[in-house]
């Protein structure tokens, strides 16, 4: 067969290292390109980061590795369970771990005049910092449940329900120049930055109503007076939790120990024309056990560091170079998701703050990951935000702006998604920065969220239709496939009663009928 034939000759192509082949970012497809235009591209994801020794990776893992068993000892694992203590141990080392290949996902669904775009994934399962990012996540993912959800949408059901309570706010308060509009995260995980990452870590586990139990307060207490300067030790109030290194009680210290200063309790004093003596390392004389708010904070501390040593020392390979990212969330690792889900719900509740403070009363505002879609009243003509003389942001009216030209055959809904994505961008300025969409912006007038096309229909309704992007793909389950008759029926009506779902009750049943013939159609291939 002709296809067969073309791709034994592409396999062979590239063996000889003639081309290279990568899958696209979302429609599925295989690109096919040189090994120039390949490692071009990957320049300009290289040249964010800095390559380094291979001695880096070795180093890294034992580091990490330390800091991993420092975790465990404070969380007890396995205490409970008789001879888990070393399994559990044995499971969270890293030991000889490869560093994860970074490989390009191809965008073909974005345009380009030189490079062409690309997504940079690494499979991250396996390397130094997947065992330690496995266990923080676990953690980490506890504290982020017990938050309440805010402006987080999980699913397209969840953002219809939210559509169809804002029309009823729209036709209670009689609002006639709503519009809708969405929002979207510049590239989310290379931005998020160090600074956000850790803050927003330390303040959901404060606020949290979650309180960790059976935590060995000792290896708490001697992690971070190992971990934190005088000034933080101070800033909070721990000292009296802390215990002193005997060094410093002596007189001789010199300098700030490493993790690796807990590998061990004691120590070999040597001192001139005398033996050798053991010595613990700790004095515990005025050390005072703390409270539960106390542990809290000090837990909240214990994750942040976790998280700091995670993201700051993530390795990968390309092209046989191993690289050390310098900026945003770790490529691949489990964690990323984490903090990046940690990160954005603490952008909904500033956002939220600053909106309220502009009285901005959105009658929908919800986020589904990175996007965020919202409804509201129109913003009238040459609103301008500016700050304040105290610093604050305040909406001024822009005579001048409101009359000119421009402003005047700008669409309102333009107008008022540019205005939320201007306080939007002010919130974690560091981390997100939005970029906005509305229905004027298309042909068809509606705007993608989710599986939905959504727009204002003339009597001011939210309103939405089933919709698939242009590159997702079009087969359905195959006629001569493994599952049985029934099945496949089951299946095939599940899948029309989604695209039913998602139209919006005040669709047409004409309307309805083009995505069941569609899906017949697609059925027929």
Known sequence: KPEEIGKLKLQKRKKKGDIVMFPTDKSGNIVVSLPETYQRAAQVHLSKDEEVDWGELKMVETKVNRHTRALVKITNLGEQHSGQVQRITGATKSVDSPAPVMYLLWKDHKPYTTEPPTRPVCAATVGPLARASELASIILTGYLDSCPPGMECLSTEEMQREILEANMRIKEDKIQDAEVFSMDVVALYPSLHIDDILETVYSTIMESKIHMENINLEEMCKYLAVMLDEEEIEAKGLAPYLPVRTVVEE?????????????????????????????????????????????????????????????????????????????????GL??????????????????????????????????????????????????????????????????QKARSREERDRARDERTAHLYGQVANTVMPKSIAMTVDYPSAHSSKRIPILDMEVWMSDDQVITFNHYAKPMASTDVIMARSAFTTREKKNILLEEASRRLRNCSPHCTWEEKCVHITTLNLQMMK
């Open 251 to 331: 007189g001789a210290a010199k300098g700030k120990p490493s993790i690796a200063f807990l590998d061990c309790d004691r120590y070999r004093c040597r001192k001139k024309g005398q033996k050798d003596v053991w010595k613990p390392k700790w004095v515990w004389d005025r050390w005072r056990k703390p409270g539960k708010t106390v542990v809290k904070m000090m837990m909240a501390i214990v994750m942040r560091e976790q998280v700091r040593v995670i993201v700051s020392n993530h390795l990968y390979t390309f092209s046989g170079r191993l690289y050390k990212q310098l900026t945003g969330g770790p490529i």
């Open 334 to 399: 489990k964690l990323t998701t984490i903090l990046a889900r940690i990160v954005l719900m603490k952008f909904d509740e500033r956002f939220k703050v600053a909106l309220s403070k502009l009285s901005l009363d959105p009658v929908l505002l919800q986020r589904y990951v990175d996007d965020v879609n919202a409804g509201a009243q129109a913003v009238p003509k040459g609103m301008v935000l500016q700050k304040s003389s105290t610093g604050e942001l305040e909406l001024v009216l822009d005579i």
